[in-house]
């Protein structure tokens, strides 16, 4: 199936997995929508993506605008969700009940608000695409609460599959990836990551955000798969 001309709206499509994403499915023709909080990023991205390419600003912690987002861009045929904040990394007794609650916010509950509000909007044949992260699988010391909010969106992925069939619903289960997430990081932890990567992973290199935008494409096109969680990890959950 080719997602040509089909019309894409992919939030958090500024930077990291869904800018790639956006810049991928546009290539090959897709009428591309990507939204973001952040006007710079919007302006950015579209310096560097196809004139086709439409550029919006909404706030995903906000009901009320995202309901007048999705009700302002009209029908379309594949909602990509990969908006987040950076990693929350901590101790679980050194994290404050409202970091845990604001972390949520974009990730789980952005993903929430926008498939409420934009999966009437999707034509026939059409999907959503959620993203988590290995951490749902894979916990580490100090990522309880990115387990949580993982783990958390891919049970939705789930549930939403059943609720809203026939619409395709799915989940990107992406493993360590070069992207804008890791600039909150010192780059001595950043390179050190990506150095484990290339000694560990059965690919022997950290993932690029094209390589596993992929993914996304993959889960658009494929009428026959819904309910699922691809993981695109480099081989971490089998090494």
Known sequence: MSLKDKR???LGGSSGLGFAT?????????LVVIASSSQAKIAKAMEKLPSSVEGHVINLLDEASIEAFFRMIGPYDHLVYTAGDPLLVADQKDLSIEDAQR???????G?????????GQIREGGSIVLSSGMASRRPRKGLSIVSSVCGATEALGRALSVELAPLRVNVVCPGTVKTELWDSFPESVREATFQRAEENLLVKHAGEAHEVAEAYLYLMRGGFTTGQ????DGGSSVA
Do not use: C, N, Q
């Open 229 to 232: 969680v691809v993981v695109s």
């Open 8 to 10: 894409i709206v992919i």
């Open 22 to 30: 956006a810049k991928a499915a546009a290539d090959e023709g897709a």
């Open 103 to 109: 972390f949520f916010g974009i990730r789980y509950w």
């Open 111 to 119: 993903a929430f608000l926008a498939t409420k509000y934009g999966a």
